[in-house]
């Protein structure tokens, strides 16, 4: 029972960073109904920037520096690869755009920070802590904190202030939004910055309890693209349950059935979901009228 209740709170910390990650395309799909399939290199940048500006600075003064990072790496995926092919009118051109920034993203990081795995030093105690009998590491804590903080601090800057109500009002409907004088395009650059800094964010999170290196982003985006299916593009709830599903799925699996067979049950439920429920377990349909 004792392993059972680590392998769940491992899960959960595994999974917050995907739910993350996939809280990032929800923010993009809102608002343009594109998504940003370089959004794992964009967590992979903010892990090694904040490595490079932690050197320096400490982990407290880095975080500032990473977030204004995401904000500008997600703006530039937006001007160059998204909105010149919402311009062109090519349906999927915002497909290919974003997949191949997020290849020069990562041929970048190889050539500036090298191949080879880096450590990420933690800022808190790598001792574990002991709970009713279950341990987990103070940084795991911090992962499942910060995202929830996260992702609450986005909410609540839609809800309250002027500017995340326009994105609200964008996501709701862009045409009006235009006709009621709200700059959609703005709001569009906004969201993928948004979504990006995000990213960053999760990246210095997971940086202490993962390998840092150009690679690490690659997988965890593709993971975090499938707990945004399974939860549902348009649910804030579901990307978080999605997460948390997929973490605690992957643990169970790579203890008592086999480590090789780690990401075989998400794919087996994401290929249920789109199978079943195409609008994802917590997701909406949405229907329109012609």
């Known amino acids: 029972m004792e392993i059972l209740a680590q392998l769940v709170v491992s899960g959960i910390a595994v999974g917050m960073i995907y739910a993350v990650i996939a809280f990032g395309y929800q923010l993009t799909f809102a608002t343009s109904k594109t998504l940003n399939f370089g959004q794992g290199e964009a967590l992979m940048l903010g892990a090694l920037v904040g490595l490079s500006l932690t ?76 709970l009713l009998g279950v341990n987990m590491l103070p940084m795991e804590v911090a992962v499942v904190v910060g995202a929830l903080a996260m992702m609450l601090a986005v909410e609540l800057f839609n809800r309250r202030s002027i500017y995340g109500k326009a994105v609200v009002a964008a996501s709701a409907d862009r045409d009006a939004a235009g006709l009621m004088g709200i700059n959609t395009n703005l709001v569009i650059t906004f969201s993928y910055a948004l979504s990006s800094a995000t990213a960053a964010i999760a990246g210095v999170l997971v940086g202490p309890l993962k390998p840092v290196g150009a690679t690490m982003g690659a997988v965890l985006g593709l993971k975090a693209f499938a707990v945004a299916i399974i939860g549902g593009l348009s649910s804030g709830f579901g990307v978080i349950a999605g997460g948390l599903i997929l973490g605690i799925v992957e643990k169970l699996t790579g203890f008592y059935i086999d480590s090789g067979y780690t990401d075989v049950p998400g794919l087996l439920l994401l290929l249920l979901v789109l199978a079943f429920k195409p609008a994802g377990l917590f997701g909406k349909t949405a229907i329109k009228k012609v």
């Open 55 to 130: 050197q320096w600075l400490g982990f407290v003064f880095m975080l500032p520096l990473v977030i204004l990072f995401g904000l500008c790496q997600g703006a530039v995926v937006e001007w160059l690869g998204v909105r010149q092919s919402m311009r062109a009118k090519s349906e999927f051109g915002w497909i290919m755009a974003t997949i191949a920034l997020g290849i020069i993203f990562r041929n970048l990081a190889e050539n500036v920070w090298g191949r080879d795995e880096l450590k990420f030093p933690s800022p808190l105690p790598e001792e574990p802590l002991s």
